[in-house]
């Protein structure tokens, strides 16, 4: 079932209920007041005859004395008197004396009526005779030493006739209403839950790939707040799909690069494999072959090695962040970069001005270790290579400095692009693939930070990672 037509059966039945239990209450309240206007109408005449009934005491000559047929008599000629007056057709008198009607010429029985026992002084009641409603009230009295009621019957039909006139007119009221509600609520509700359908055709068009789709409702209201959580959650899908989508290119640009970059030295380890298995070589030959084979595949490792770093950093890591002392961490790198530091005789000077750094040990290592192998191959025989820690109150910094050939001011802004070597011939001759410092820039952006290069051509470079310290990144 439709949520409008839930809603408008819904609303219709509380309608219903509502309006019927008001109306009930607002006609029960007029028969109430109409019956009570009328019973008082009524009481008050039969007071008001009794009253006047009541001056024959002191008008009358006749003594108490008298004999019972006289007092009667007189009794029932006043009574008639005043009834002949107030009489009509909708209200009659009637005289009772001792049981027996003394005056009666109504067409029904008030006797049967409302029976007066005594001490019962006033009474009125509400009775049905001949089909008719009655409202019967009867008062007792003394006149002329003698016990006399008084009965008054109104019809009240006219009463209920207007009771029921109201009551159909409320009926009438609340069919006009709910049929008035049965065609605006469902026009109403459905214009209200239009933006659902908004949010239901746009959630369908994004699943079917629109992920730039937004719903623009806004309103200030349930549905708005709903329609903005909609477009936020859209834009937030929008941005990882396209996260996911650039993860995904750079990840084929890094595979095809990598393709292309390992054909050098698969072409050479195939070449001089093919060579000492197919020719007849002396000894020298046979060790240079080898030689050859073996450095290519220590290039094809080291270049296997950075590209599963590379792409291991698209993939968003999780950094374990902890304080690293400076010092030992500089001894560990100095450890692990000391054979190729001997090979060109190059001194690595360290200054801790950081007692201790915050972050991933084996991100951190890995980026000193690549920046220092850089500084290596950059650096001729004989010069120093420096190492520093940095802390300021808000950053740390890590600086790899040397004196070595230098980047030429134009080509600084493209060494952190994957696979750029400024010159291709050295870099091969050396074992470069040009990933160390794509890699040394994935690192710092990891921690929050960056990487920064500053290089003079033919006199060194210093490159540092600069990142947050740790409440400062929060």
Not at 136 to 145: E, F, M
Not at 209 to 235: C, K, N, P, W
């Amino acid at each position: 079932m439709k949520l409008w037509i839930k809603q408008t059966l819904i609303c219709l039945m509380v309608i219903l209920l509502s309006f019927s239990a008001c109306l009930y209450l607002f006609v029960a309240q007029q028969a109430k007041q109409q019956l009570d206007i009328a019973a008082e109408s009524n009481i008050q005449n039969l007071e008001v005859f009794c009253e006047h009934l009541s001056t024959l005491d002191r008008t009358t000559t006749i003594d108490y004395t008298a004999d019972a047929v006289t007092r009667h008599a007189l009794i029932q000629y006043t009574f008639s008197t005043y009834a002949h007056l107030l009489q009509s057709t909708e209200r009659s008198y009637s005289l009772v004396v001792d049981g027996e009607y003394l005056y009666n010429i109504s067409a029904w029985q008030p006797l049967q009526l409302l029976t007066m026992e005594d001490p019962v002084i006033s009474a009125h009641c509400m009775a049905t005779a001949d089909d008719l409603p009655l409202m019967v009230a009867a008062k007792t009295i003394r006149i002329l030493d003698t016990l006399a009621t008084v009965y008054v019957v109104q019809d009240v039909s006219a009463t209920l006739d207007q009771i029921d006139a109201l009551t159909r007119n409320a009926q009438f009221a609340l069919l006009f209403c709910l049929l008035v509600s049965a065609v605006l609520l469902p026009l109403t509700l459905r214009r209200t839950l239009r933006p659902l359908r908004t949010l239901t055709q746009a959630s369908e068009k994004i699943s079917g790939g629109q992920y730039a789709l937004r719903t623009g409702i806004a309103s200030r209201d349930e549905v708005g707040e709903l329609s903005r959580s909609f477009d936020h959650m859209a834009e937030t899908i929008e941005q990882k799909i396209n996260d996911l989508q650039e993860q995904a290119q750079r990840r084929e640009m890094l595979l095809g690069a990598l393709t292309h970059e390992m054909k050098t030295p698969m072409t050479s380890i195939i070449g001089f494999s093919d060579s000492l298995l197919s020719m007849p070589l002396t000894e020298e030959g046979r060790m240079e072959a080898a030689h050859e084979i073996h450095e290519a595949a220590l290039r094809t490792e080291r270049l296997s090695q950075k590209m599963m770093q590379l792409i291991s950093m698209t993939d968003c890591p999780v950094l374990v962040k902890r304080p690293l002392a400076a010092a030992e961490l500089f001894e560990t790198v100095r450890g692990a970069t000391a054979n190729s530091l001997e090979e060109k005789c190059i001194t690595l000077e360290t200054h801790c001005d950081a007692a201790s750094v915050t972050g991933d040990s084996d991100l951190i290592f890995s980026l000193l270790t690549n920046l220092i192998d850089n500084a290596i191959k950059a650096s001729p025989a004989g010069q120093s290579i420096c190492l520093s820690a940095k802390e300021t109150a808000t950053h740390y910094a890590l600086i790899v400095a040397d004196h070595g050939s230098g980047i030429p001011k134009d080509k600084i802004a493209l060494v952190t692009e994957p696979f750029y070597r400024v010159d291709k011939a050295r870099s091969r001759k050396m074992g470069g693939a040009g990933l160390g410092l794509s890699l040394c820039r994935m690192i710092a952006q990891a921690h929050g930070g960056e990487l920064h290069i500053e290089s003079q051509e033919g006199e060194g470079t210093a490159i540092s990672m600069r990142w947050p310290k740790e409440d400062a990144h929060e």
